[in-house]
């Protein structure tokens, strides 16, 4: 049996048969683009899917499991801008041996695209990391992107180039991730939720390339 995918194509707005879970979650999935978390109603997506409640709890038994397929979802769709900017980022470069201007690359491509992410998509950067979760489920096949890595694997891959290249001593490896995505991160919540959403784009540039030199020292 072929498994199935670690969040389906968010491509198609309406149920046609054997694909309701998949109409579900995009429906989901936009209404948290548009209003974050808070804006995620199971009621509301079986209305867009054009199908009775009763046939939703086939695949999510309650509001709160379609909140957490939405949310893993969204993670994967900053996976997606992460690894892009990750490539851009690397464009040119060569990773054999891994170099420490490779890591360092590598390294600002992941903030870049997290904190892109953030400002071009606020609603689905909030159900992607303000939804209740725990850790060990960081790595999760359904919180991937199309590359197959979630977020948090994307940055420890990161870090883990950074200790290669020997400008992360082997006694600052341990959670070293844990460091730089709290400082990212509080940074994004900040620009979109917090007193600098109100910065202009200029600002909030400069800001981000600040933050993440801190974030490269301080590793």
Not at 17 to 44: K, N, T
Not at 63 to 72: E, K, Q
Request: proline share 6%.
């Amino acid at each position: 049996m072929t498994a199935e995918p670690a969040h389906p194509p968010l491509q198609r707005t309406t149920y046609r048969h054997g694909d309701l879970r998949g109409a579900l979650l995009l429906a989901g999935v936009e209404m948290a683009r548009a209003g974050g978390p808070d804006a995620v109603v199971l009621r509301e997506a079986t209305r867009q899917a054009g199908v009775t409640p009763n046939a939703a709890y086939r695949h999510f038994a309650d509001r709160g499991a379609l909140l957490r397929a939405v949310s893993d979802a969204a993670q994967g769709l900053a996976a997606d801008r992460m690894e892009a900017e990750v490539a851009s980022a690397l464009a040119g470069s060569h990773a054999d041996p891994v170099t420490p201007d490779f890591a360092r690359r590598m390294l600002r491509g992941v903030g870049t695209g997290y904190l892109g992410f953030a400002r071009d998509e606020p609603g689905l950067f909030r159900a992607a990391f303000s939804v209740p979760d725990h850790l060990a489920n960081s790595a999760a096949p359904a919180k991937a992107g199309a590359a197959g890595r979630s977020p948090f694997m994307i940055l420890s891959a990161a870090v883990d180039a950074y200790a290669a290249a020997g400008i992360l001593p082997p006694e600052r490896r341990a959670n070293a991730e844990l460091f730089a995505w709290s400082a990212v991160h509080g940074l994004g919540m900040l620009v979109i939720d917090g007193p600098l959403r109100g910065l202009d784009a200029a600002t909030v540039d400069a800001v981000t390339t600040r933050v993440l030199d801190m974030v490269e020292r301080g590793l």
